[in-house]
Nanobody, 122 residues
Framework: QVQLVESGGGLVQAGDSLRLSCAAS????????LGWFRQAPGKEREFVAA????????YYADSVKGRFTISRDNAKNTVYLQMNSLKPEDTAVYYC???????????????WGRGTQVTVSS
């Protein structure tokens, strides 16, 4: 059974940093690309960042480029999202997901975590 478990969310102030983690089990982690998506109240889920199976390729949404960094540790079956200079508009539930190829579309992802809440106060 595939499981993706996010952690590291919380309540922070604008300008602060957070690092999200997503631990995977039940799949051959090194064969999957990983992505982070987010969903704010009343809005659709949106792409945030993605990383290829090797870590050699990364994609970012324009809204987070330069502030967020995605990385992975294949030895630990974990993907990370380092979020710096957080803004109130970053407030959302953050989800990690796994896909056989790096992608920005949620439909390309086969497995999803349950999400972790990030709230940024102004």
């Amino acid at each position: 059974q595939v499981q993706l478990v996010e952690s590291g969310g919380g309540l922070v102030q604008a300008g602060d940093s957070l690092r999200l983690s997503c631990a995977a089990s039940g799949l051959t982690f090194r064969r999957y690309a990983l992505g982070w998506f987010r969903q704010a109240p009343g809005k659709e889920r949106e792409f945030v960042a993605a990383i290829s199976w090797s870590g050699g390729s990364t994609y970012y949404a324009d809204s987070v480029k330069g502030r967020f960094t995605i990385s992975r540790d294949n030895a630990k079956n974990t993907v990370y999202l380092q979020m710096n200079s957080l803004k109130p508009e970053d407030t959302a539930v953050y989800y990690c997901a796994a896909a056989l190829t790096i992608a920005t579309m949620s439909a390309e992802y086969d497995y999803w975590g349950r999400g972790t809440q990030v709230t940024v106060s102004s």
